[in-house]
Every structure is written in structure tokens, then in C-alpha cells.
């Protein structure tokens, strides 16, 4: 199998066949509502699959779940699809179902699909939630912090303790990397809050996404159709956009070079396109054409499908090989330029008015132009489109937990993880810096309290010195008082009458006695009459003696 049957004209009349080969070079399937697109996607999409081609659809409105099963003879479109398919010559033409994993960013409808922040990135997250340029640098400068202090930001509770830690450094980082103010820290948590609100937190965390699981064969070497549950989604359309933007690049960052190839390695189908360009800024544009321009080497064919191809920026359209256009209206200065513009860029036909023609399409008729073999768009052609073989209906409740209870990716992804990383780093370290913090409180409350103590006991020493000196002055002054009492006493008493008559009388006395001891010691000493010696001595014996007696 080389190519994919889209359709012809009646009779079997020029088959339009999408070639294998030239499916990496990516499409736009475009209409207005109603007109066929879906079926034109689920035909494309079922080609893929048969040919060994894993697929990737964002199922919008739930009615592609029904690739899974296969039509019924007994359904309502039989013999529509019959009759189709007989007339575009397709006798091979059967119901068969598809093999299908079913993806939900909230996990209700399928497998949860998560992604980290580090891997988001800050340019996406950037566009997610609307931030101007400078609160886009603040938010590039705590990933660049997270990275050097080795931080992982796997979650939004991760994000929001890294702005916090951001927030208290500013002074520091502002130095470093420029300007971090709190306000602008202070609006993208208000922003980080709103998408939360959007159920964003249900895509950021563990286990992230492993790409191996959306490239994979059945055991028939049927390519398996990864089918994203987006009817909940659509109603946050930038978390929508976003997510598959993320998926995109995730494949060209991850997939190796193949270069050309005999098939792609994956298609990936992104319905409601319009929502990936509206009011995104220049620097998310030139994301979107680098990834579409440079992932045809890695064998990823990108199929955009929107209901108006203006929709497409010009650099992105100008990347699109293979085209598809359904019915456009021309109703509005809008829907008329849409129309120019879509005549003026097909391969030209002079059997085909382009510009009368898609204005007529028929449901389920089409304007294609396809890349030929050579790699050269064949002009454009008015065909009908070939009916597919799978359900054109979603699937009940009851078979899609049966389809998803019984896939290859059994519950990998079922159960959250949520390791260690930024948001519990920092809470660590926080309280490891509130414990050491308190010890230092305490160290220094004790020093304090010991200061205290110590101030009060010198206090108390210098008093209890003051009260013993003030003791020693008073003790000292009152002996002085004593003593001059007492030399007071002495000499009233010296004064008395009678202290003195009894004075004199023992200084007589005394004279007397000495008088009569100097000569008896005289005479001892010297004889009888000691002559000059002996008058000396015996005078200076009765001083001594006077002199005792008198008590001097």
C-alpha cells in the first residue's frame, strides 16, 4: 500500500490518492460547518491506520471515538456510504474498526495525559496564560533559577512556590537578571490561579507523557489512532491550543531524523486550528512555523483542520502539500476573501471554476489538490469523497471503558505520582531556615537571659559593696564618735576637783617613794654617799619610778 484513496469524480472519474510518500509534507482539510470535514478526516485517518501509520486526533465534538468500531449494515448511512463508495470505483469498500487508545487531559474519558512545567516550558506557558512580555521574562528567569539550583517544576504547585521563592529574592535577582518586581510576580500567580480554575492542573505532573506510546503498531500492523477526548477541553480553547502545540514540539525535540521516508512515522491531526493562531504573538508564530517547517524530516506528517483556510497564518500555509476544501460560504468581506484566496492558491485546473465550485460543493464534496509522486501538486479536482469504514457516531460509555480497560496501555499513566521536587525542596528548606532561625532566637534569648542574670548579679554585688562600705563609714564614724566620747570623759573627769587633789597626792607620793628607792639603790650601787655619780643615778632612778607611780 503507497497511497490512501480519498476520492473521485462520478465513475470512478480521476481518483484522488494521497501519496505515502508524501504524506510528511502535511494538509489542511478546510469547510464550512456541515460540509463533510469530519468524514473527510475519519476517511484520512483510517487510510493511515491501514497503511501502518499511528495517527493522533483531537476529538472535538466526540463523534471520531467511533473510528473504534466498526460501521453497520443496519445504520442509517448504508446505503449513503454504499452508494458512494460505488461511485467513486472503491470495490474493496467494507465496515471495519480502527485500533484506538483514548486520551483525556482530565482523565475522565481516557488515559490522564500529562506533561511537566520544565517540560511546557516558558514561551508556552507564556501563551497559556496570557502574560505580557515583561511578566514573560520574570517567569523565564525562575526556570532559569530552578535550573541552577537544580529545582524540578513538575507541577503548578511546583511553579507557584518557585515564584514565591523568586519574589522574596527580588532585590538579589534584579541585580543578577534584571528586573524581578512583585507586582509582576504577583500577576502571573493571579494568571497561575485562572488556570487552575481551567482545570490546567490536571495536565502538569508525573508520569509525563512517553512518546513511545503514541507510535505504535497493533499486531495486525495496523497504526494505532490516538484519540484526545476535547469536547471538556474546548471550553479553555488556550490550555486546548497549548496542549497541542506542547505535543507537537515534544515530537520534534524527541523523534530522530529520518528524512524522507516511504510513510510517516505519525500524522497528527489538529482540529479547530484557528484556536492554535488566534492572538498569538509574533515569537509563538515563528514556534509554530519552525516546528511545521523542520518536523517533515523527523516523518511527522501535520494536518490542520479549520473551517475557514485564511485561518492559517501565510509562513505556516505556505508548508501545507496536501488540500482538501469543502464548501465555503460567501456571506461576509471574510468568507469572500476566503474564497479568493483559496481559488488563488490551488494548482490550477481548466476543467475546474475553482472560485464557482466552492461555493456549490455538495456535502461531502471536495476541491483537492494533492502532491503527486514527484513531490508537484496536481490541480485541483472536484470529487467526491470516498466513505469511511469505521462508525460515523461516537461510541457509548460502556464501550469506550471496555476499549480503554483493554488497550496496550493498561493503567501506566491511571495513578498520579507526586515525588519530591520544587514546591517540597523549598518548603524544606523554609522550615529548615524557620528551625534554624528559631535556635538562634533561643541561643540568643539565653545569652539575653544570661546577660540579665549576670547584669543583675554585678548589680547586686556593687549594692551589696555600696551596703558594706556604707557599713565600714558608719562603723568608722561611730568609733570616732566613741573615741571623742571618751577623750570627752577623760578630760571632764581630768577636770574633777577631787581627780585632781588625788593626783597631786599620788604624784607626791611617788616622789617620795622614789626619792627613798633612789638612795637605797644608791647606796647599793655606790656607798654611803655616791658622791656626784651617786646623786646622778639616784635622780634618775626616782624619775622612773615617779614615773610609774603616776601611771605615765
Request: aromatic share 6%; net charge negative; glycine share 10%.
Amino acid at each position: 500500500m503507497t497511497s490512501i484513496l480519498i476520492g473521485a469524480g462520478e465513475g470512478g472519474a480521476n481518483p484522488q490518492r494521497l501519496e505515502l510518500s508524501r504524506a510528511n509534507r502535511h494538509g489542511l482539510i478546510a469547510g464550512a460547518t456541515g460540509t463533510g470535514k469530519t468524514v473527510t478526516l475519519q476517511r484520512m485517518v483510517e487510510g493511515f491506520s491501514a497503511a501502518g501509520v499511528p495517527c493522533f486526533v483531537a476529538d472535538v465534538k466526540g463523534d471520531l471515538s467511533g473510528l473504534a468500531m466498526p460501521g453497520l449494515p443496519t445504520g442509517k448511512l448504508h446505503t449513503v456510504f454504499a452508494a458512494r463508495a460505488a461511485a467513486v470505483g472503491d470495490p474493496d469498500w467494507a465496515y471495519a474498526d480502527t485500533p484506538v487508545q483514548f486520551w483525556d487531559l482530565f482523565g475522565e474519558q481516557g488515559h490522564p495525559i500529562r506533561t511537566t512545567v520544565s517540560e511546557m516550558g516558558p514561551l508556552l506557558l507564556a501563551r497559556l496564560m496570557d502574560l505580557n512580555a515583561v511578566q514573560e521574562g520574570v517567569l523565564t528567569i525562575a526556570f532559569h533559577v530552578a535550573d541552577e539550583d537544580k529545582l524540578l517544576l513538575l507541577d503548578l504547585d511546583d511553579l507557584q512556590a518557585m515564584l514565591a521563592e523568586c519574589a522574596a529574592n527580588a532585590d538579589t535577582l534584579t541585580i543578577t537578571y534584571g528586573n524581578v518586581s512583585k507586582q509582576s510576580v504577583g500577576a502571573i500567580q493571579r494568571s497561575l490561579l485562572q488556570l487552575r480554575a481551567q482545570g490546567g492542573e490536571h495536565f502538569f505532573g508525573e508520569p509525563a507523557l512517553d512518546m513511545a506510546d503514541f507510535i505504535a503498531t497493533d499486531d495486525r500492523g495496523r497504526g494505532v489512532v490516538n484519540i484526545l477526548a476535547a469536547d471538556k477541553l474546548m471550553a479553555s480553547p488556550k490550555l486546548y491550543a497549548t496542549f497541542l502545540l506542547w505535543l507537537l514540539s515534544e515530537l520534534f525535540e524527541q523523534l530522530p531524523e529520518v528524512g524522507d521516508v516511504e510513510k510517516p512515522k505519525l500524522c497528527f491531526f489538529f482540529d479547530e486550528a484557528h484556536l492554535l493562531f488566534d492572538e498569538a504573538p509574533d515569537a509563538l508564530l515563528d514556534k509554530i512555523e519552525q516546528v511545521v517547517r523542520l518536523i517533515r524530516s523527523k516523518g511527522v506528517g501535520v494536518y490542520f483542520i479549520t473551517q475557514n483556510p485564511i485561518d492559517i497564518p501565510d509562513k505556516v500555509a505556505g508548508q501545507l502539500g496536501n488540500r482538501v476544501q469543502h464548501k465555503l460560504n460567501a456571506f461576509t468581506p471574510r468568507d469572500q476573501a476566503a474564497v479568493r484566496a483559496a481559488a488563488e492558491t490551488f494548482r490550477a485546473n481548466p476543467d475546474v471554476d475553482v472560485t464557482s465550485a466552492i461555493t456549490e460543493l455538495k456535502v461531502g464534496e471536495a476541491l483537492v489538490s494533492l502532491l503527486q509522486p514527484d513531490g508537484a501538486p496536481a490541480p485541483v479536482q472536484r470529487i467526491l469523497i470516498a466513505p469511511p469504514g469505521s462508525r460515523v457516531a461516537p461510541v457509548t460509555p460502556v464501550e469506550r471503558g471496555v476499549l480503554i480497560d483493554t488497550d496496550a496501555i493498561g493503567d501506566k499513566y491511571d495513578a498520579l505520582i507526586d515525588r519530591d521536587s520544587a514546591a517540597e525542596l523549598l518548603q524544606a528548606k523554609s522550615a529548615e531556615a524557620s528551625a534554624a532561625a528559631a535556635e538562634a532566637k533561643a541561643v540568643a534569648d539565653d545569652a539575653k537571659a544570661a546577660a540579665a542574670d549576670a547584669k543583675a548579679a554585678a548589680v547586686a554585688q556593687k549594692q551589696a559593696e555600696r551596703e558594706r562600705l556604707a557599713a565600714q563609714r558608719a562603723a568608722d564614724r561611730q568609733a570616732r564618735l566613741d573615741a571623742q566620747a571618751a577623750r570627752a570623759a577623760e578630760r571632764e573627769q581630768a577636770n574633777d576637783p577631787w581627780n585632781r587633789a588625788m593626783r597631786g597626792a599620788t604624784r607626791g607620793a611617788a616622789s617620795s617613794a622614789g626619792s627613798a628607792i633612789a638612795r637605797e639603790v644608791t647606796k647599793a650601787a655606790f656607798g654611803k654617799s655616791g658622791g656626784v655619780a651617786g646623786g646622778l643615778v639616784g635622780g634618775l632612778v626616782r624619775g622612773v619610778l615617779g614615773g610609774l607611780f603616776r601611771g605615765r
